[in-house]
């Protein structure tokens, strides 16, 4: 399996010091060897929030709408200047909340700066108060979502972009750059409804399954049904990433699981280390603990 870790761009992390502890655990998580570095993603909070978090057995969202969180393209393309080799992923970016011309434009360029380092992961977003602030419609994220999806590959393939669907159309113009990574960076999908694993197995390119914590007994089952769904599509399964945060409740739970983790078939298992101490130097020796446990090859040089 390979290892991702989720960077500290929200909450006390996120504060002083921001700019600097981006780049120490971006630049050890390269060092350590690593594979990738994650971002989040919302663009408000809502001070009065009646949505459930669908990851929490209670529904209780964990973040406190007056912490910072940081917008996740604009931290990757801090990141991305301060690393050379490591990917960089969202995790996910909630489609609906941007213009899919704009979100192609923004991704294209990050790939471009990163020299094709960039792997989209993509989700349609629950928290119905941000899509009200946003002015976007809640109960039409998910084909939205698809749409937007369709019309963005649309955008970072075809020299003279042509598109037509419900929600957007376009035509008679030119998006450039295209992306480094041909034919687009990977799009992995979020989210564990069949709605998502319908939307893995038909426009992903790999599954970011944000399920371990809420129910773990349901990993096999959705992986399962992902390579089921991208057969019946004509897809390879085989060809498909399958990756997963990590949310675990102490670090040594982690470590416990990772043989599960594999057996059930994951590719890719993304790390929060911040969630495990608050103390910032104490989190890089997680990260350096973690390295060893795994047997992670530290890069050259």
């Not at 912490?67 to 490591?86: G, K, M, Q, R, W």
């Not at 009200?132 to 019309?151: K, M, S, V």
């Amino acid at each position: 399996m390979d290892y991702g870790v989720v960077l500290p761009h929200v909450g006390p992390y996120a504060r002083e010091q921001a700019v600097d502890r981006l780049q120490t655990v971006a630049q050890q998580a390269e060092a350590l060897g690593f594979h990738s570095l994650w971002v989040g993603d919302h663009i408000v909070l809502p001070t009065q929030l009646t949505s459930k978090y669908p990851y929490h057995p209670e529904g209780k969202f964990p973040l406190d709408p007056a912490d910072n969180f940081l917008e996740p393209l604009t931290v990757l393309s801090y990141v991305a200047a301060c690393t050379t080799t490591i990917r960089l992923g969202t995790g996910v970016l909630i489609i609906p909340y941007r213009p899919p011309i704009v979100t192609a434009k923004m991704v294209a360029t990050l790939d471009v700066l990163s020299r094709g380092r960039v792997i989209l992961g993509a989700g349609v977003g629950w928290m119905a108060e941000e899509f009200a602030f946003l002015n976007a419609p809640y109960h039409e994220r998910g084909a939205q979502t698809d749409e937007y999806l369709r019309a963005m590959k649309v955008l970072w393939t075809e020299e003279e972009p042509h598109f037509q669907g419900r929600y957007q159309h376009f035509s008679h113009l030119r998006c450039e750059p295209k992306p480094v990574q041909k034919p687009h960076p990977p799009i992995w999908i979020g989210g564990h409804s069949q709605a998502a694993l319908r939307r893995t197995a038909t426009l992903g390119d790999g599954w970011y399954g944000h399920v371990l914590w809420r129910n773990p007994e349901a990993l096999p089952r959705e992986i399962q049904t992902i390579k089921e769904l991208a057969e019946q599509a004509g897809r390879d399964p085989r060809a498909l990433t399958y990756a997963a945060p990590a949310y675990e409740r102490t670090f040594e739970d982690v470590l416990r699981s990772l043989p599960r983790y594999q057996q059930v078939g994951l590719d890719h298992v993304v790390l929060a280390f911040f969630m495990w101490t608050e103390s910032f130097t104490e989190m890089l020796g997680l990260m350096e603990r973690f390295a060893r446990e795994v047997g992670l090859r530290r890069a050259q040089g």
